[in-house]
């Protein structure tokens, strides 16, 4: 009698396991988009025309192109506890500073933005305004301050007074 009921007992798992299967990739699908549309941030799934560079390309550019621009749109805790590449402008806010105020006037300078690691989006959010205000050389550090304070590049440590300062 045992033999009888296992046959319908393993179908209902296959079955469940099957449903269960369904019901995982369809969360992850959905999460997929959730995801996309987070890390878009409003975007509309139009690409970046940003350029994305990592902490070594940003120092190599800093060595030959001292004129190029870094901007740090990190909060001022991260400011505090990390500190900035060092000759960094600091941005009031990462989607509300003022582009005309804390760019520079010319439309072809060189910019680039960071914010903490490879998971923030913050420079992304500030490296679009830019764009979007008629920058043609944008990029973003993606590697993010974290990745500068591991490879020893130079930092400047901020005070509370100058985290929240805008130059």
Known sequence: MALCYSGGVGRTLASIAVALTLLFALAAHASAQNLRIIVNDDNH????????????ELANMMAKAPNVQVYDANFPETRRSYGVVDGAHLLSSYDNYNIAKELPADKDAQLVFYCYDKRCMASHVAARRAIEAGYKNVAVMCDGIVMWHAMHEPIHQVSEAESHSVE
Do not use: C
Not at 45 to 56: L, N, R, S
């Open 45 to 56: 799934g139009v690409p970046d025309k940003f350029k994305v560079i990592h902490a070594a």
